[in-house]
Each structure stands twice: as C-alpha cells, then as structure tokens.
C-alpha cells in the first residue's frame, strides 16, 4: 500500500518534471534563435541577487533584460526599471521557485526583438532548495551566497550548489566584521561540484563586479 503511494508521487513527479523540461528546451530554442544569452540567479532571500542586477544594469544598460520572480510585489522589477533595464515581474502567488512555463509566458509579454539585447536575467524566488530542480533554459546557472549567511550553508543545501555553474561571494564589504571563511566556502562548493567557477564581489560597493560582467559578456561575444 505505502509502495504503491510512493510510486504513485514518483509517477506525478516525474511527469511534472518532464514537462518543466520541455518548456525548458523550447525557451533555450527561442532565446538562443534571438541570441540571447540567459542567466538564471538563485539565492536565498537577501543575498542580494537583485543589487547585483543593478550594479550589471550600469555595465549592461539595454543589452540586458531581467525577469524578476518573486512571491508577492513588483518591487525588484521597479528597481531593475529605475536602473535602466526592461524588466518584467512574476509574482508566484505562493511558489517557492519559478518553473520554465512561467518563464515562457513571461517571455511573452516582453519585448525581445530588440537588436542591441543580448542578456536576459532571470532572478528566481529567494529560496536555496525548491529553484535547484527547475531548468527555465538558462545558459548559465548561478548560485549566489552572501558572507551573513555564513560558510557553512554549501554543503548544506547540496541541491543547489551542486548544480550551478557559477558560485557568486557576495557582499565582501562585510568580511572584516564577520567570520565567514571564503576559502572554505569555495572549497566545500569545489567538493561538490569540482568545475565551479568562482566570483567574490560587493555589488554594493561594485567590487569584482566588473570583472564578473567581463566574464558573462566573455561567454557570448
Ligand atoms: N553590505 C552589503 N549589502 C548588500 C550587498 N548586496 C546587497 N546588499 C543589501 O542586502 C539587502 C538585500 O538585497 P537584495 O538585492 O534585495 O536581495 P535579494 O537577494 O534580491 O532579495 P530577495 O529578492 O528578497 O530574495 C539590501 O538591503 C541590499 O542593500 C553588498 O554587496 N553589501
Ligand atoms: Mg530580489
């Protein structure tokens, strides 16, 4: 009986999971068709992933777009607008993370045929687990931990950091008050996932932040 039930979830999430990928696949298609390179941002809530889409929005200006997912608000999309950038908010109404459909519908209603765009950011909901399982079409996945948080979460939230492409330190400006050890932080990330590339930046004070836009810009130019 129990057996049966857990096959029964597997079932539901397999499915669930297969058609998140199709969406997917389709999305890589269309933004790869426009020359679009796209990124996705994960962190917790507050690591700063959208300061760090302000501080790209100087270097970037309208070569980037950025959708925003967020539970509830237009905040970030305000911010990332009043920055320079077109940007386009989902509100999830609940959801922990985005999923490539909403992507898709979002991409919809953007405009995208512009010639001079070649970047579109997506900020995923603040949440360390539930975006890890959802490909949207990215190019490039980035996982984004601030020194607050502390140098242990890696190797806690596996799923995540396992997965990424890119590991962002962010908020550097405050390493001398707190005892957040980057060595470690990137060692343990090495250890899962041994291709990581790593940046540490303060999107608040904009160090690193412009060799890291080299780097994005490096990737399709
Ligand atoms: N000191 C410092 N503060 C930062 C830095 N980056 C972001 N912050 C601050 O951290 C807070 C959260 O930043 P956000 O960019 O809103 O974080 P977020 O990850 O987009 O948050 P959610 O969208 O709610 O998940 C804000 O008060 C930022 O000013 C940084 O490099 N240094
Ligand atoms: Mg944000």
């Not at 929005?57 to 950025?66: D, E, I, L, T």
């Not at 950038?85 to 609940?94: D, L, V």
Request: net charge negative; with cysteine; aromatic share 6%.
């Amino acid at each position: 009986m129990c057996d049966e039930i857990i096959e029964q979830k597997i079932d539901i999430t397999t499915s669930v999971m297969n058609k998140n990928d199709l969406f997917a696949a389709e999305n890589r298609g269309f933004l790869k068709g426009k020359g679009i390179y796209t990124l996705n941002l994960i962190s917790s809530p507050g690591a700063g992933k959208t300061t760090v889409l302000e501080s790209m929005a100087h270097y970037f200006g309208s070569r980037m777009a950025v959708i925003e997912g967020d539970i509830q608000t237009r905040r970030d999309a305000e911010r990332i607008e009043k920055a320079g950038c077109q940007a386009w908010q989902i509100e999830t109404g609940g959801a922990c993370h985005l999923d490539a459909h909403a992507v898709k519908h979002a991409m919809d209603q953007m405009e995208l045929d512009s010639d001079i765009l070649e970047l579109l950011a997506i900020e995923n909901v603040g949440n360390l687990i539930c975006p890890s399982g959802y490909d949207l079409g990215e190019n490039l996945r980035i996982g984004l931990l601030s020194v607050p948080e502390g140098d242990d979460k890696i190797l806690k939230y596996p799923s995540l950091f396992s997965t990424i492409n890119v590991l962002v330190i962010n908020k550097m400006d405050l390493l001398p008050h707190l005892d957040f050890d980057v060595d470690r932080a990137i060692e343990e990330c090495r250890s899962l996932n041994p291709d990581v590339l790593v940046f540490t930046v303060s999107a608040k004070t904009g160090e690193g932040m412009e060799e890291f836009c080299d780097f994005v810009e490096s990737n399709y130019s």
